[in-house]
């Protein structure tokens, strides 16, 4: 079945804010094509520079709190930079925003750090990453383009799926020829690409499905070119999808805090799903009136999938859980994903 909402908690602080998703948007995209015969730009970040916004949302609530983050941090590269260390290629505007005036070189890694302050003064670390992409091709050159006929976000004027359709070109030229297209789409739990689900895609069209996005869902397409002047072409392309058609949300919750003191003790977590700043369903609701199933997968330190403690199994059922001092070494990060019965 469906996944039908995700999140995730990281046990390892005293801080029992709410939950705090990072999205990002991009005025001139996330890659940027070069032809090294005619050293041709596209887009051109120094006379049009690119400006990456964070949009922060918190669990159960629509609006953009952007303003409400203080001492931004980006790390491009290994390199940190802030409103006051911003050089001529980067800078990072007190609005948050981080300006790319430079053309690239080569992929540009970016981390974004702040210090995110809720509406109960309560003052927590967020943050997320993003990948500005360096094509380069050769001969005319390659790149892939995608368009959204119908748009790129599900909302009450939506009925059914939605598309997004690539086309490559080279040299501002259509290419239609010995060209394949292979579509992933970012998973924001493992924080890795994966394959679409089955029978999405279609050659040069990707169809995506309402139960394919949870809140925002950013897909990539890979075009190759085996008939052009150079043996191979690729290029890259990203696009992301919004739901905001009221989706379900879980937040998560620790009672009892998400710190495990000197190894000993214990904590619980407990999830909360709303919809439409409603809490339709928590870990009060009597079994045998919810309308969803509860997964919890655990993941170590490095970020891998780990057993929880004495059993086989890296994945637990039910609402509420407990965490055991067992369970983690120096932090543990959960992932709460919830289905439909």
Same mark, same amino acid.
């Given at each position: 079945?469906?996944?039908?909402?995700?999140?995730?908690?990281?046990?390892?602080?005293?801080?029992?804010?709410?939950?705090?998703?990072?999205?990002? &948007?991009?005025?001139?995209?996330?890659?940027?094509?070069?032809?090294?015969?005619?050293?041709?730009?596209?887009?051109?970040?120094?006379? =049009?520079?690119?400006?990456?916004?964070?949009?922060?949302? +918190?669990?159960?609530?629509?609006?953009?709190? %952007?303003?409400?983050?203080?001492?931004?941090?980006?790390?491009?590269?290994?390199?940190?930079?802030?409103?006051?260390?911003?050089?001529? *290629?980067?800078?990072?505007?007190?609005?948050?925003?981080?300006?790319?005036?430079?053309?690239?070189?080569?992929?540009?890694?970016?981390?974004? +750090?702040?210090?995110?302050?809720?509406?109960?003064? $309560?003052? *927590?670390?967020?943050?997320?990453?993003?990948? %500005?992409?360096?094509?380069?091709?050769?001969?005319? !050159?390659?790149?892939?383009?995608?368009?959204?006929?119908?748009?790129? $976000?599900?909302?009450?004027?939506?009925?059914?799926? !939605?598309?997004?359709?690539?086309?490559?070109?080279?040299?501002?030229?259509?290419?239609? *020829?010995?060209?394949?297209?292979? /579509?992933?789409?970012?998973? $924001? @739990?493992?924080?890795?690409?994966?394959?679409?689900?089955?029978?999405?895609? =279609?050659?040069?069209? %990707?169809?995506?499905?309402?139960?394919?996005?949870?809140?925002?869902?950013?897909?990539?397409?890979?075009?190759?070119?085996?008939?052009?002047?150079?043996? &191979?072409?690729?290029? +890259?392309? $990203?696009?992301?999808?919004?739901? !905001?058609?009221?989706?379900?949300?879980?937040? %998560?919750?620790?009672?009892?805090?998400?710190?495990?003191?000197?190894?000993? @003790?214990?904590?619980?977590?407990?999830?909360?799903? /709303?919809?439409?700043?409603?809490?339709? +369903?928590?870990?009060?609701?009597?079994?045998?009136?919810?309308?969803?199933?509860?997964? /919890?997968?655990?993941?170590?330190?490095?970020?891998?999938?780990?057993? /929880?403690?004495?059993?086989?199994?890296?994945?637990?059922?039910?609402?509420?859980?407990?965490?055991?001092?067992?369970?983690?070494?120096?932090?543990?990060?959960?992932?709460?994903?919830?289905?439909?019965?």
């Amino acid at each position: 079945m469906a996944t039908t909402a995700r999140n995730q908690i990281t046990i390892v602080d005293l801080n029992d804010a709410k939950s705090v998703q990072v999205y990002f &948007t991009s005025s001139q995209g996330f890659a940027q094509n070069y032809n090294p015969d005619t050293h041709v730009y596209a887009p051109v970040y120094t006379t =049009s520079n690119n400006v990456i916004t964070p949009h922060v949302y +918190e669990t159960g609530d629509a609006n953009d709190h %952007l303003a409400r983050c203080t001492n931004v941090k980006y790390t491009i590269n290994g390199a940190a930079y802030t409103a006051s260390s911003s050089n001529a *290629s980067y800078v990072v505007g007190s609005d948050g925003t981080l300006t790319v005036k430079v053309n690239l070189t080569g992929n540009l890694n970016v981390t974004f +750090e702040t210090d995110y302050t809720d509406e109960d003064n $309560i003052v *927590s670390k967020v943050g997320g990453s993003f990948v %500005l992409m360096h094509n380069v091709s050769s001969g005319a !050159l390659f790149q892939v383009v995608l368009t959204c006929p119908k748009g790129n $976000i599900f909302d009450k004027s939506v009925s059914g799926n !939605l598309t997004v359709t690539a086309q490559a070109v080279r040299g501002g030229v259509p290419d239609d *020829s010995n060209v394949t297209y292979t /579509w992933t789409q970012f998973d $924001i @739990g493992a924080g890795t690409w994966k394959n679409v689900a089955s029978g999405r895609a =279609s050659g040069k069209t %990707l169809t995506v499905q309402p139960a394919d996005v949870l809140n925002f869902q950013t897909f990539k397409c890979v075009a190759k070119d085996a008939g052009g002047t150079d043996a &191979t072409a690729t290029a +890259e392309a $990203i696009v992301t999808f919004q739901d !905001l058609t009221d989706p379900y949300v879980v937040e %998560l919750y620790c009672p009892t805090g998400d710190k495990i003191v000197n190894g000993t @003790g214990s904590t619980t977590v407990n999830a909360r799903v /709303w919809q439409g700043g409603v809490k339709i +369903e928590d870990e009060t609701t009597a079994a045998a009136s919810r309308k969803f199933n509860y997964s /919890w997968t655990k993941f170590d330190k490095a970020g891998a999938a780990q057993n /929880w403690n004495g059993t086989t199994s890296n994945v637990k059922t039910g609402n509420p859980i407990t965490v055991l001092a067992a369970e983690v070494n120096v932090k543990t990060t959960i992932v709460c994903e919830i289905t439909k019965k």
